[in-house]
């Protein structure tokens, strides 16, 4: 089965700080890739669609310039969270559209998030 | 604007109980549709999805949904849960005219009692 990665699991950062998130495509390319915020017992909000070799896409209200997205391969897709302060603890969760799925119900999977506290 | 409604937040079942989950979204186009379960401590499994023909889907663990077009609605059944239902449960959709972009409903607390 399709299996999305991501690492690291879990970061505890200094305010101040970057923390680099990777999400990863195992046995899949996936040209899309998709950046989510879960807030505790919350559902998934949606913070921004990464393609491979272009820039990424945010949803209003998501500063581009906090969370800077780079997606270099077929694979693989960053999160950085730039100046980290406690109100950007959260678990962030990435996805990938399988591009093998395209038109045929563009199933995403999703890596297992990673869990980011901000002292 | 696109958007995912469910309307159960928390749902307590005992055993052997019928489950429904209500889901309507609010999307122009052609959509997709996706029932995802996230068990407690752990990341998000696809329970099942439709995109095309039978409008009467079945996923994993002896789930189903249908999707009934004229009201929006794409609602999950399981004729009897099981303890290991517990889980929350989030409908999702996406389009082809929207990026592919998931919108996810709020999500369904299943608590099923042994």
């Known amino acids: 089965g399709a299996v999305v990665s991501q690492h690291p699991s879990r970061v505890i950062c200094k305010s101040g700080t970057s923390v680099k998130i990777e999400c990863r495509s195992l046995?899949?390319?996936?040209?899309?890739m998709f950046w989510y915020r879960q807030f505790p017992k919350q559902s998934l909000m949606l913070m921004a669609t990464?393609?491979?070799?272009?820039?990424?896409?945010?949803e209003q209200g998501v500063e581009k310039d906090k969370f800077l997205i780079n997606h270099a391969s077929l694979t693989l897709s960053t999160l950085t969270v730039t100046s980290a302060h406690p109100e950007d603890s959260s678990f962030y969760i990435c996805?990938?559209?399988?591009?093998?799925?395209?038109?045929?119900?563009?199933?995403?999977?999703f890596g297992p998030g990673t869990r980011l506290t901000v002292l | 604007a696109q958007s995912v409604s469910q309307h159960n937040h928390h749902v307590i079942l005992s055993e052997a109980a019928s489950l429904e989950l209500g889901c309507n979204y609010s999307?122009?186009?052609?959509?997709?549709l996706f029932w995802y379960v996230q068990y407690p401590g752990q990341h998000l499994q696809l329970l099942l999805k439709?995109?095309?023909?039978?409008?009467l889907v079945k996923g994993i663990k002896g789930f189903e949904a249908e999707f009934i077009k004229s009201k929006f609605s794409f609602n999950l059944r399981k004729p009897s849960v099981q303890w290991s239902d517990t889980a929350e449960y989030f409908c999702?959709?996406?389009?082809?005219?929207?990026?592919?972009?998931?919108?996810f409903g709020a999500g369904t607390r299943l608590f099923v009692k042994a």
């Open positions: 046995d899949f390319q996936a040209t899309t």
């Open positions: 990464s393609n491979e070799g272009s820039k990424a896409t945010y």
């Open positions: 999702a959709v996406n389009a082809n005219t929207g990026g592919f972009k998931t919108i």
């Open positions: 999307y122009g186009g052609t959509v997709n």
């Open positions: 996805s990938a559209r399988d591009d093998r799925l395209a038109g045929r119900g563009d199933t995403q999977y």
């Open positions: 439709y995109f095309s023909g039978d409008p």
